[in-house]
């Protein structure tokens, strides 16, 4: 069974940083592009940020510049270095395969909040 935990979220004022990790099981990470989502409230799940298995970043353009996405396949793990952040940031960020697979349930999510 896959399964994805997030983690690192908090409440942190505008302009600050933070990094989130997520760790996978049940999967042969090395091969899976992955990618941080986020959903804000009323809103849809959007893609933020992604990376191929062989490296290879893609960013939505609000982000661009202020966050970074990497992973450590030897521990399963992706990572999303934010910088700069914005109140448009807050968000429930979760990671998950790029493009999803049916097999691989969302994780619990890690909650972002951006206010002074």
């Known amino acids: 069974q896959v399964q994805l935990v997030e983690s690192g979220g908090g409440l942190v004022q505008p302009g600050g940083s933070l990094r989130l990790s997520c760790t996978s099981s049940?999967?042969?990470?090395?091969?899976?592009?992955m990618g941080w989502y986020r959903q804000a409230p009323g809103k849809q799940r959007e893609l933020v940020a992604g990376?191929?298995?062989?490296?290879?970043?893609n960013y939505t353009d609000s982000v661009k510049g202020r966050f970074t996405i990497s992973r450590e396949n030897a521990k399963n793990t992706v990572y999303l270095q934010m910088n700069s952040l914005k109140p448009e940031d807050t968000a429930v960020y979760y990671c998950?395969?790029?493009?999803?697979?049916?097999?691989?349930?969302w994780g619990q999510g890690t909650q972002v909040t951006v206010s002074s």
């Open positions: 990376e191929t298995s062989r490296g290879t970043v």
């Open positions: 998950n395969a790029v493009p999803l697979i049916h097999s691989i349930n």
């Open positions: 049940g999967i042969i990470f090395s091969i899976v592009n």
